[in-house]
């Protein structure tokens, strides 16, 4: 194979299977208007990018969002990073104050070993200048890396999904106790290094594989649910946390357990904070009657009294 050969080979195989479709807004999500789910798009070397393209050989980057302002090589990302290690911790924080309230954009793109994520911060519509006080939890090749941000109030975009590599989508989720948090989920076990950049402020997460299984299976998802706690075939015992986000219709979820033998062993509906805005968060504790053997968690809505179920439906089992 010629020298020209290998190099255009090695540029195909950089290329991750799909990137974010670019979907610019013309402005952030108000209360009443919905933002549906962006899905991934083929991009192929002969096709036009709808981003610009990272120096050094890297993919293509691709937005969702009002970026408008931010563009190129994602601003500056690469020599930040580069000197930030990949790390171990499950818990990190950075940033001060509480200017920026708005997520613009999330933007994706990849290098060689590893795929990049990076989190748009602005005051209103305009980006913002300083990152604001953030925290980023990773529970270890659990599959789930959820960056907080308690001074968001407005999101640009609330979904998208990736290509086939290791990240798969991301969702931007009302947190519980006031702002907004970013759930990235991953089809392998990863390490991270974690970036905030100023003028215009942006948080830049990139994820590096390292060949091992995930404990659990990813966050399960249907229709408008997302169910994040239990995991499909999960042990589950009295009491029984089941938590997660919804757009479901007047923001109710009902939550069944069905036993082995198809019998409803107890059924509880809660009210995520948010659904016509953005993904909404639920939580509740059920408590279990005794059971044994194989059962059903289904989590979700339904259309009418008597229509069918939409949501999320996952095998579990009774013990610990």
Same mark, same amino acid.
């Given at each position: 194979?010629?020298?020209? #050969?290998? +190099? ?23 209360? #009443? ?6 899905? @991934? ?23 969702? #969002?009002?970026? !408008? ?14 000197? @930030?290690?990949?790390?171990? &911790? ?34 209103? +519509? ?5 990152? /604001? ?24 975009? !609330? ?7 290791? =990240? ?8 519980? +106790? ?18 905030? =950049? ?44 089941? !938590? ?38 639920? &939580?509740?504790? =059920? ?17 009418? !009294?008597?229509? /069918?179920? &939409? ?10």
């Amino acid at each position: 194979m010629t020298g020209r #050969g290998r +190099e255009a080979r090695r540029a195909a195989a950089l290329l991750l299977p799909s990137l974010l479709t670019a979907a610019l807004l013309a402005g952030c999500l108000k209360p #009443g208007q919905v933002d549906r789910s962006v899905q @991934a798009a083929s991009e192929t070397a002969s096709g036009g990018s709808t981003g610009s393209t990272s120096g050094g050989g890297d993919v293509p980057e691709s937005t969702v #969002g009002v970026t !408008s302002r931010i563009e190129g090589d994602f601003a500056g990302a690469d020599d930040a990073t580069s000197r @930030a290690p990949f790390a171990e &911790e499950t818990e990190q924080s950075g940033g001060s104050g509480y200017d920026a309230d708005t997520v613009l954009a999330v933007r994706y793109g990849g290098q060689e070993n590893y795929e990049r994520a990076v989190i748009d911060l602005g005051t209103g +519509e305009e980006p913002a200048g300083a990152v /604001p006080e953030w925290t980023l939890v990773d529970p270890r090749d659990d599959g789930l890396l959820r960056v907080n941000l308690p001074s968001a109030s407005a999101t640009c975009v !609330s979904d998208g999904t990736f290509g086939d590599g290791l =990240l798969e989508s991301f969702h931007v989720v009302r947190a519980p +106790e006031g702002g907004m948090f970013v759930d990235f989920f991953a089809r392998r076990a990863f390490l991270y290094r974690v970036v905030g =950049l100023e003028d215009p402020a942006r948080l830049v997460v990139d994820f590096k594989p390292t060949g091992a299984d995930l404990k659990a299976p990813v966050p399960s998802e249907g229709g408008d649910t997302v169910l994040v706690e239990p995991r499909p075939k999960t042990r589950i015992s009295d009491p029984l946390t089941v !938590s997660g986000y919804s757009r479901n219709f007047g923001a109710a979820d009902t939550i069944t357990l069905i036993g082995p033998h198809g019998r409803v062993l107890v059924r509880k509906t809660v009210s995520s904070n948010d659904w016509n805005h953005t993904w909404g968060y639920f &939580e509740a504790t =059920l408590d279990l009657p005794p059971f044994s053997g194989r059962g059903t968690l289904q989590v979700g809505t339904r259309n009418a !009294s008597d229509g /069918p179920f &939409e949501g999320v439906e996952i095998p579990v089992r009774a013990g610990r």
